[in-house]
């Protein structure tokens, strides 16, 4: 009975984590941890049964070790300890943001299976996971695909990866991006997720992101990672081949489906999801990203070249932009102002330690959030 821990178990992933092993037969629920939302996670304990918990807030955990009896941790210390439990088999990373680095390489180093759903693990310390990279299965949908579009393929036979991107809800936006509303920001046309990695959507930083986890979980060049435009979001990624043709991974715009994927590869078990029905798509359509009105993309390039502190300032500082749009502070278009203004601080060296890689990271969410201090929210100017 594979014995599983879900660190982010009250987002958009983790809860559709545990919907998904409600339907799979000899999985247990050993640990859980969450954020701040102590009544989902009570819930969840309460319904799952595991033996240990942690949140982020101590009053929180107080009063979960009341209500549920069970052994509750608090702060990001106790996530490294449940991702390393000795009786884990899987950890499920689906936390948001730089908190989950330290907990994923615990577990890996550690000897866990790792189902990643934490980007900024590859984005700001992918060199550190390399080593561990046949211990790790990605759950984002789209190098979820990747994965399953090179197995059993001989890398040398593979001459581009090609992921595909939904375009987000301003793709065929006719006003001004200045002038975006929150709200609008949210409202993706395809895909149901947390606040911030919809906002990247919106912005196209999160498929920058994905480009520079696809070079670290493939081993690829940036100048061999391509991004394309797919508005109906079925076609999750592509690898093209040396001979020039496609092989493509095809299914609903459902997360459900690499998680179940990423917790039983390499079985292919019956999914909780309809299957696909192409007579009801109708058509796929593919064009090219339009970089100008979506800067983040080449940002994200240019930070995965040069590398070293460049692709963890630029994760920090979105953080921080992000949080300060969806809190009012900063106007849409402000997030990649905000980005390109601290990435020139910081350089591109050699591979970093993970206690530098905090150190940068801290830095760098400090130069952002005197940035938004600096400037006026964008609907006073």
Avoid at 83 to 94: H, K, S, T, Y
Avoid at 122 to 149: K, M, R, T
Avoid at 204 to 213: A, P
Wanted: overall charge negative.
């Amino acid at each position: 009975m594979p014995n599983v821990v879900i660190l982010g178990s009250t987002g958009s992933i983790g809860t559709q984590t545990l919907q998904v092993l409600e339907h799979l037969p000899g999985y247990r629920v050993l640990a859980l941890a969450a954020g701040k939302n102590g009544a989902l996670l009570k819930s969840q304990i309460q319904k799952f049964k595991p033996l240990r918990a942690a949140v982020m807030d101590e009053d929180a955990a107080v009063q979960l070790r009341q209500d549920c009896g069970i052994p509750v941790d608090c702060g990001e210390d106790a996530l490294c300890e449940l991702a390393c439990l000795p009786e884990a088999d899987l950890v499920v990373v689906a936390v948001v943001g730089a908190a989950g680095v330290r907990p994923t390489i615990s577990a890996l180093k550690a000897g866990k299976k790792v189902a990643l759903a934490n980007k900024e693990t590859l984005v700001i310390a992918g060199h550190l996971v390399q080593e561990y990279l046949s211990q790790v299965v990605p759950i984002d949908s789209e190098h979820s695909a990747l994965w399953q579009c090179f197995h059993g393929r001989e890398r040398s036979h593979v001459d581009r990866i090609v992921l595909t991107a939904s375009g987000g809800p301003f793709r065929t936006w006719q006003g001004s991006l200045e002038e975006v509303t929150i709200a609008q920001a949210l409202n993706h046309p395809r895909w149901k997720m947390g606040g911030k990695i919809t906002i990247d959507s919106a912005t196209l930083m999160n498929k920058g992101l994905e480009v520079i986890e696809a070079h670290w979980l493939f081993n690829f060049p940036y100048d061999r990672i391509d991004v394309v435009v797919h508005p109906e979001s079925i076609v999750h990624s592509m690898i093209r081949l040396q001979d020039g043709s496609l092989i493509a991974q095809l299914g609903p715009t459902d997360m459900r489906i690499p998680i179940q994927y990423a917790l039983t590869s390499p079985q292919v078990l019956p999914a909780p999801v309809p299957p696909l029905d192409l007579t009801q798509v109708g058509r796929l359509t593919f064009e090219p990203v339009d970089r100008r009105r979506f800067p983040c993309l080449d940002l994200a390039y240019a930070a995965g070249k040069a590398g070293g502190e460049l692709p963890v300032a630029l994760n920090a500082a979105n953080e921080v932009a992000v949080e300060a749009f969806l809190a009012g502070k900063i106007g849409f278009m402000d997030i990649p102002r905000l980005v390109e203004a601290v990435l020139p601080s910081f350089a591109g060296q050699s591979f970093l330690p993970l206690t530098q890689i905090l150190e940068v990271d801290s830095r760098a969410r400090q130069l952002a959030h005197e940035w938004v201090l600096r400037g006026k929210p964008h609907t006073e100017r």
